[in-house]
């Protein structure tokens, strides 16, 4: 079946601090998503992004289809950005295959 | 746009009892919702395709018995936990795609459910 990994699985920082998280995916991509899981379990979306490049404020992700991965840009970093970050792969049922996710933790 | 809401956002309940979760697309219209299942320091996994007016499809090792789904309009999917037993808590997470905008996909919520 379709793979997702996705790296590092934990990521600690220093607010201000940059960071990039890597999705590494198995199959062709016709929807790809980034999210963050709140503490309270909300998925929010941040990116739809099969291919090309997109930034939203100090987010930014960038998909490379042909090498089958994905980037997720996060800059100056907050400590509300602390998180689980996940990145999903469609399925052929137009599910949502998941990555393990990135736990990150910003510190004041 | 693009907002799904679950009822309830926890719920406990006693082992043998029976728990409806609802799933709502607000804004738009999805002729398909997912359900998926988080365990605690785990990533999401597909319970089961539910498709407006037909049955929904269960992920290889779902009971279709035990988690009963209805997706009985455009706008309103459900799911069932029947019998729950100590093993089914878990946190409980739908989303939906428009149908008339791509693949995108919107989450719900979740419902945190615990059984005692």
């Known amino acids: 079946g379709i793979q997702v990994e996705q790296s590092p699985p934990d990521l600690i920082l220093q607010e201000g601090a940059n960071s990039t998280l890597r999705c590494n995916f198995s199959?062709?991509?016709?929807?790809l998503q980034w999210f963050h899981q709140n503490p309270w379990g909300q998925l929010i979306n941040l990116f739809y992004i099969p291919s090309g490049t997109k930034q939203n404020g100090r987010l930014s992700a960038t998909t490379v289809a042909t090498e089958r991965y994905s980037l997720l840009y996060i800059s100056s970093s907050q400590t509300t950005d602390s998180g689980v970050y996940f990145c999903?792969?469609?399925?052929?049922?137009?599910?949502?295959?998941f990555g393990k996710g990135t736990k990150l933790s910003v510190k004041p | 746009g693009a907002v799904v809401s679950q009822h309830p956002s926890w719920v406990i309940c006693k082992s043998g009892t029976s728990v409806k979760i609802e799933c709502r697309s607000l804004?738009?219209?999805?002729?398909?919702m997912f359900w998926y299942r988080q365990f605690p320091k785990q990533s999401l996994m597909l319970m089961a395709t539910?498709?407006?007016?037909?049955?929904?499809?269960?992920e290889q090792g779902v009971e279709k018995d035990k988690f009963l789904i209805n997706h009985a309009s455009l706008t309103l999917s459900t799911l069932t936990v029947t019998s729950a037993h100590p093993e089914d808590s878990s946190f409980y997470i739908c989303s939906a795609r428009d149908s008339g905008q791509g693949s995108e996909q919107y989450f719900g919520p979740g419902t945190r459910l615990t059984v005692t």
């Open positions: 804004d738009f219209q999805a002729t398909t």
């Open positions: 999903a792969l469609g399925g052929s049922q137009g599910n949502l295959i």
């Open positions: 539910s498709n407006e007016g037909s049955k929904a499809t269960y």
């Open positions: 199959d062709s991509v016709n929807n």
